[in-house]
T-cell receptor, first 112, second 116 residues
Framework: GEDVEQSLFLSVREGDSSVINCTYT??????LYWYKQEPGAGLQLLTYIFSNMDMKQDQRLTVLLNKKDKHLSLRIADTQTGDSAIYFCAETPYSSASKIIFGSGTRLSIRP | GAVVSQHPSWVICKSGTSVKIECRSL??????MFWYRQFPKQSLMLMATSNEGSKATYEQGVEKDKFLINHASLTLSTLTVTSAHPEDSSFYIC????????????FGNGTRLTVT
């Protein structure tokens, strides 16, 4: 079946890098996404990567995709207090382009 | 970039009343929109797929008579929670996908519904 898993919590010191990890089971995934959800708000698309890419960088964000291990990571450089949020990993399976499967979300907290 | 607008942001209603939530795609046309429900500290649960000009497709376990979906135009989908009860209190989020092969989903800001 199709499943996306990620750890529930991550605590990082301000200024350090945050690395949020995600694993998925569908080897035919087309797009893999990272969304950010701040308290009481909807989901904000941070970045996404097509499954034929290995890496994508956008300012402080770096996405790494290891297709062999079905592992996706999001690295946030120079983590700031405004980065505190829940980060959701998601995938669109090739079998259904209209369907998106979310992980449970990783709550990132920043300590001074 | 693509924007999805959701209204209202929050609503409080009494048990037994109905509440309508709107989802609009502001700068693109969406033949399909999606409605999710999110429980506290949990991920999103897909409730239904809203199809312009035809009936919505509901996920297993979602009561179609309870959660009425209408996709009246290419930029508007509405979710009506009928005869609301306290257990319907939740965070409801819509999303839409701009045209283009495998374009990413964009989400509204969500509606927090509290039923008293």
């Amino acid at each position: 079946g199709e499943d996306v898993e990620q750890s529930l919590f991550l605590s990082v010191r301000e200024g350090d890098s945050s690395v949020i990890n995600c694993t998925y089971t569908d080897s035919s995934s087309t797009y893999l996404y990272w969304y950010k959800q701040e308290p009481g708000a909807g989901l904000q698309l941070l970045t996404y990567i097509f499954s034929n890419m290995d890496m994508k960088q956008d300012q402080r964000l770096t996405v790494l995709l290891n297709k062999k291990d079905k592992h996706l990571s999001l690295r946030i450089a120079d983590t700031q207090t405004g980065d505190s949020a829940i980060y959701f990993c998601a995938e669109t399976p090739y079998s259904s382009a209209s369907k998106i499967i979310f992980g449970s979300g990783t709550r990132l907290s920043i300590r001074p | 970039g693509a924007v999805v607008s959701q209204h209202p942001s929050w609503v409080i209603c009494k048990s037994g009343t109905s509440v309508k939530i709107e989802c609009r795609s502001l700068d693109f046309q969406a033949t399909t929109m999606f409605w999710y429900r999110q429980f506290p500290k949990q991920s999103l649960m897909l409730m239904a797929t809203s199809n312009e000009g035809s009936k919505a497709t509901y996920e297993q376990g979602v009561e179609k008579d309870k959660f009425l979906i209408n996709h009246a135009s290419l930029t508007l989908s509405t979710l009506t929670v009928t005869s609301a009860h306290p257990e319907d209190s939740s965070f409801y989020i819509c999303s839409a996908r701009p045209p283009g092969v495998n374009s990413p989903l964009h989400f509204g800001n969500g509606t927090r519904l509290t039923v008293t």
